[in-house]
């Protein structure tokens, strides 16, 4: 403070007066209006609001400021390990003619430790606030005044009006035991005004003061997030200041009062002191002016600092009912109950996240329920039960869930078709769907909002299952082992006699997981899952025998498949193959077989091993017949003397299995001769005269009349009808099934007749 008053270069005189010394013979009176030009000339907010307040208490006591500095500087000086030199005076900015007076006088103070000084700077504050019994509390820690003539004045007007107090109150607490409360209320009022920190005296009138008719309400006391909101009642006050204190259960009942600094701003004000766990009331004194109380009281009900749970919620599922909290963090544990449609509901012990609790009690029937929480506190010096909140209800609504689908199979049906089966979902509207993302888990809890559409494809509703029919549930065309990974796998293809069965009809070429979902009301409950896939047809499907022993198949690739199986029949045997797509349209497809007949289907092969399939129907067949082989020769004629007869036609038909069928083609030897010396061959059938000819019939007859399947027929050569010689002969097959029979023939010089 002395640094504001003192100019560069410039010393203090305070001994008779304040005076800031300029140079020899220069001095300057510090007054009020001194300070105020220097907060004129003081720019910085704080040295100019310092100045404005130290001018404020120079025109209430001009002998204020010099106390003031003279107390700063008798603790600089007895503190200062050099404090007896009048250097270190000169050295605080103290006027040399002044150090030495200044030095000795301050070494006849007694010195103050940290509390009395504390008790010094505060006494007059609490006379002038009518707090007398603060006031008494710190002059009991001062030194005797001694010579100090003011001091010792405060002293005795304090202790008078402490005994002032006393005696008051001392008529009020007989008053009190005689059972007159109005007399001893305007006692303990009277002393309150005396001394407005009185814990008797307020405590007192809590105890005795009733209000009349027509009094204002008392005020409210709520607490709040950081501390505790007293609310004043409604009513106009004016500018009436107030003095509130804030009294605990338990305390001593002369425990100094706790008073709630600030002034109440639009009726309300916050107590930030109050102890978590404690009970409190606040009581708030009206005053006068001059500071003293000035009527009765209004008294706050008593209130708990214990702080409730916040953020509470409450959630039920599919026979099991929730509730979460935030639990405060300085209680030692939350307190839960439960009460149901049937009474009250056995809780287990909350588990704990962090500051949030939860609670989860399975079993819950469908009804109403409310949640009851309240937060514990531990009690004050550690004996009782200690302080318990407000509870916080969380009303819930358990709803009635949907039987959930225990098993959910797949089998194929004719013409591209797949059957589900189901058991479980009783009472319940059980959809086929398709999720557009990850399956839920099974038994998982859903909304109905977010379902997706029903699958298109698959026929609404649900039909009840017959018993069981081994004819028709063969385990081996199930779909045992298709479920997805992560679902459960379903059962066997056989019904339990108590399921449902839909159909449905994948569009060809599709993979669909289908799931099973049970759905009541606004809820839901996935099922388990199954791999449905739908092959696209195979077409153009031929086959030709390259050799007796190998045959060609060629077809369409149906679409994006990777695989497709080719199933050869033949022999009473079924022989499967599964063909790459990669090595059929590089290689093809040759495939070894017999001479005998043959049937051969084609089908795409599901993308995974564990898809049921639904085939589309109309599966692409061919059969091709035993390699049916044909052969002729010409045997040379008998010999007639010098001269050889006409020669002969052997054909021979070799059947696989002895049954080369009915529509054998007939066997036409054309013979072709130019006159020339190396006639040509005949090109076909009309390329010159037939010359011998055996028809199907003959042939096919030949073939059965032996076990092997192979027959012989000979006939003569027409020589009347054949061109002169030398000529070509040559064989052809005409009619039935010339173009599935193989035709050998013999070496090409066999032919030629000379």
Do not use: I, N
């Given at each position: 403070m002395g640094e504001l008053l003192t100019p560069p270069g410039g010393r203090l005189r305070l001994l008779d007066g304040i005076f800031a010394v300029t140079g020899p013979g220069r001095r300057r009176h510090v007054g009020p209006e001194l300070l105020r030009s220097l907060r004129r000339d003081r720019p910085e907010p704080a040295a100019a609001w310092l100045l404005e307040r130290l001018a404020a208490i120079q025109d209430a006591d001009p002998a204020a400021l010099r106390r003031i500095l003279l107390y700063q500087l008798t603790h600089l000086l007895q503190d200062h390990p050099q404090g007896e030199l009048p250097a270190t005076a000169v050295g605080f900015g103290v006027d040399r003619a002044e150090a030495a007076a200044l030095v000795h006088a301050a070494a006849r103070r007694a010195r103050l430790d940290e509390g009395?000084?504390?008790a010094a700077e505060s006494l007059t504050d609490d006379v002038l606030g009518h707090r007398i019994r603060s006031a008494a509390r710190r002059a009991a820690l001062l030194p005797p005044a001694g010579e100090d003539r003011p001091l010792a004045a405060l002293l005795a007007e304090l202790a008078a009006r402490t005994a002032a107090v006393d005696a008051v109150l001392a008529v009020a607490r007989r008053a009190e035991e005689q059972g007159d409360r109005g007399r001893?209320?305007?006692?303990?009022?009277?002393?309150?005004?005396?001394?407005g920190d009185c814990p008797r005296a307020v405590r007192g009138l809590v105890r005795t003061y009733r209000?009349?008719?027509?009094?204002?309400?008392?005020?409210?006391?709520?607490?709040?997030?950081?501390?505790?909101?007293?609310?004043?009642?409604?009513?106009?006050?004016?500018?009436?200041?107030?003095?509130?204190?804030?009294?605990?259960?338990?305390?001593?009942?002369?425990?100094?009062?706790?008073?709630?600094?600030g002034r109440p701003v639009g009726g309300v004000l916050v107590d930030t002191g109050a102890g978590i766990g404690e009970e409190i009331r606040h009581v708030a004194l009206p005053l006068r002016a001059d500071g003293t109380v000035d009527g009765p009281p209004l008294i706050a009900a008593p209130l708990s600092v214990a702080p409730a749970v916040t953020e509470p919620a409450a959630v039920d599922g599919n026979g099991w009912i929730g509730a979460a909290w935030t639990a405060p963090p300085d209680a030692v544990r939350c307190e839960v109950t439960l009460t149901g449609p049937r009474g009250p509901v056995p809780v287990p012990p909350v588990a704990r996240a962090g500051s949030r609790e939860t609670l989860r009690v399975e079993g819950a029937?469908?009804?109403?329920?409310?949640?009851?929480?309240?937060?514990?506190?531990?009690?004050?010096?550690?004996?009782?039960?200690?302080?318990?909140?407000?509870?916080?209800?969380?009303?819930?609504?358990v709803h009635a869930w949907p039987e959930p689908v225990l098993t959910l199979t797949a089998r194929p049906r004719e013409a591209g078709g797949v059957e589900f089966r189901r058991t479980g979902g009783d009472g319940a509207e059980v959809r086929l769907v398709r999720w557009p993302g990850t399956t839920p888990a099974e038994r998982a809890e859903l909304t109905a909002a977010e379902l997706p559409p029903p699958l298109d494809w698959a026929a609404p509703g649900w039909t009840r299952s017959a018993t069981d029919d081994p004819a028709t549930d063969d385990p081996a065309t199930s779909v045992a082992g298709t479920s997805v990974p992560g679902e459960s796998v379903p059962g066997t293809g056989g019904s339990t006699g108590d399921g449902r069965t839909c159909v449905g009809h994948p569009p060809p070429g599709s993979q669909t997981v289908v799931s099973a979902v049970s759905v009541l009301g606004a809820r839901a409950v996935a099922g388990p899952s199954v791999l449905v896939?739908?092959?696209?047809?195979?077409?153009?499907?031929?086959?030709?025998?390259?050799?007796p022993d190998v045959v060609e198949v060629g077809f369409d690739w149906p679409g994006a498949a990777g695989t497709v199986t080719a199933a050869v029949t033949q022999d009473g045997r079924r022989t499967e193959l599964a063909v790459a797509r990669s090595v059929f349209l590089r290689e093809g497809l040759r495939l070894p077989v017999t001479p005998a007949a043959l049937s051969v289907e084609v089908h795409a092969a599901p993308r995974s091993a564990r898809s049921v399939l639904a085939s589309p129907g109309g599966d692409a067949r061919a059969e091709l017949p035993a390699d049916v082989a044909i052969s002729y020769e010409l045997v040379p004629g008998a010999r007639r003397g010098l001269r050889r007869g006409p020669a002969v036609l052997r054909v021979t038909v070799r059947a696989p299995g002895g049954t080369p069928g009915p529509d054998l083609p007939d066997f036409v030897l054309v013979a072709r001769g130019d006159g020339g010396r190396d006639p040509r061959r005949p090109n076909g059938p009309t390329d010159g005269p037939a010359v011998c000819r055996v028809t199907g019939a003959e042939l096919a007859a030949a073939a059965a009349s032996t076990k092997t399947g192979t027959g012989t027929v000979e006939h003569p050569i027409d020589t009347a009808v054949a061109p002169g010689?030398?000529?070509?002969?040559?064989?052809?097959?005409?009619?039935?099934?010339?173009?599935?029979v193989r035709l050998e023939e013999p070496p090409l010089p066999t032919l030629v007749i000379h």
């Open positions: 009395q000084r504390a001893a209320c305007l006692h303990y009022e009277e002393a309150a005004a005396l001394a209000p009349e008719p027509g009094d204002p309400g008392p005020p409210v006391s709520v607490l709040v997030p950081g501390g505790v909101e007293l609310r004043w009642p409604s009513g106009d006050f004016g500018d009436t200041r107030w003095r509130v204190v804030r009294l605990t259960r338990g305390e001593p009942a002369g425990a100094p009062l706790a008073e709630v600094p029937v469908p009804g109403r329920y409310a949640w009851v929480v309240r937060a514990r506190y531990a009690p004050k010096g550690g004996a009782g039960q200690g302080a318990l909140s407000a509870p916080v209800t969380v009303p819930v609504t896939e739908a092959t696209l047809p195979v077409t153009g499907l031929a086959l030709r025998r390259a050799a010689r030398p000529y070509a002969l040559r064989g052809f097959l005409l009619g039935g099934a010339a173009a599935s």
